[in-house]
């Protein structure tokens, strides 16, 4: 196991920030730490890190009780949001920076950055300064001096926070295939719901200091543990149960709030007996999908995603009569706000 995570908390005055977390992590698997600000996501990679001291609980890392171990005794690579290179040093610097404190022979050195300026797909750019780069590549910098090491673990704190999105884009693919290739234990912070599903072959949500549920991005999405989880990982419908479009299909539940994904509305241009009528008050063209806003006899808006060609077949337009019907929906005990 990479890292086991026992009954830890941390509490900063009266706020607790992790509260009785509990989570085993895979070597060699890459996790996501996501949720909403104030989760308690960050403090927990620091715990992991040594940055913090938990109030109760253990801490280990590769079979061994970190819990109170010096951050230089961990065996860590921590990456930030803000790169945190050495602005006077030239990339080549930066990577070896943690090589040459360790006193590792000059020749080995040398060979390792040349190594992983490759494996960061930054060969030839070695003499060049940070101030010198763009957003994307700082960030590969940051993530090859991480790794100069060799660390155990691999940390990463909202990694690509800072870049637009087409880079974050670029970076999330990237690093889901360096992961592929050094197998380092990785656990990254998030809370960009989308990063977390494409990057990580295991998601941890995190609310209030608590761990929601944890899974696989298919497991997480579309068997959620709560409303929370629901309707914080991807688009979702929250609706009255006495709503008309489920008592029109048969729906029953005992609990006051239901959740709908908006591609588990069918919609229709005529009716069926299971159906219930809607005007379309606005379409929204997404490029891969259409979105569409859906207004019901009762007032109650919903939105419906639709493939390119189901919104071709039906050629919809602005305040048309159309009928709907739910495929699936979910009900919870109870529900947390964002």
Same mark, same amino acid.
């Given at each position: ?75 860590? !690579?921590?990456?930030? &949001?803000?790169? $945190? +290179?050495?602005?006077? *040093?030239? %990339? ?7 090589? @040459? ?33 763009? !957003?994307?590549?700082? &960030?590969?910098? $940051? +993530?090859?001096?991480? *790794?100069? %090491? ?7 704190? @909202? ?40 990057? $990580? ?138």
């Amino acid at each position: 196991m990479g890292i086991v995570i026992e009954n830890v908390s941390k509490q900063f005055g009266a706020f607790k920030a992790v509260d009785n977390v509990s989570l085993e992590i895979d070597s060699g698997s890459l996790v996501a730490l996501l949720g909403p600000s104030g989760s308690g996501k960050s403090t927990l990679l620091r715990l992991i890190a040594g940055l913090e001291t938990p109030d109760q609980g253990r801490i280990l890392l590769i079979g061994e009780d970190a819990t109170y171990r010096s951050v230089q005794d961990r065996g860590i !690579g921590f990456v930030f &949001q803000h790169y $945190a +290179l050495f602005k006077h *040093l030239t %990339v080549r610097k930066n990577i070896a920076f943690a090589l @040459e404190i360790r006193k590792v022979p000059p020749a080995k050195v040398r060979s390792r950055v040349e190594e992983l300026l490759e494996l960061v797909q930054l060969r030839g750019l070695g003499d060049r300064y940070p101030s010198q780069l763009s !957003g994307g590549q700082r &960030q590969r910098v $940051a +993530l090859a001096r991480s *790794l100069a %090491v060799e660390p155990k673990v691999l940390l990463l704190d @909202e990694p690509f926070g800072a870049l637009d999105a087409k880079v974050r884009k670029d970076l999330r693919a990237w690093l889901r295939r360096l992961h592929d290739e050094v197998h380092v234990t990785t656990v990254f912070v998030t809370h960009d719901q989308e990063e977390a599903m494409e990057v $990580a072959d295991e998601i941890v949500v995190m609310n209030k200091g608590r761990v929601e549920q944890i899974g696989t991005p298919a497991e997480i999405y579309d068997h959620p543990a709560s409303a929370f989880v629901m309707s914080f990982i991807g688009p979702v419908n929250v609706l009255p149960s006495t709503s008309r479009i489920f008592e029109a299909h048969g729906f029953e539940s005992a609990h006051p709030e239901v959740f709908l994904r908006p591609q588990d509305i069918l919609v229709e241009t005529t009716p069926n007996g299971a159906s219930v009528s809607a005007r379309v008050s606005r379409i929204i063209h997404l490029g891969w999908e259409i979105q569409a806003e859906l207004t019901l006899d009762d007032g109650q808006v919903v939105t419906a995603h639709l493939t390119r060609d189901r919104f071709d077949e039906l050629k919809l337009q602005p305040q048309q009569r159309v009928f709907v019907k739910p495929k699936d929906a979910k009900a919870f005990p109870l529900y947390y706000s964002i």
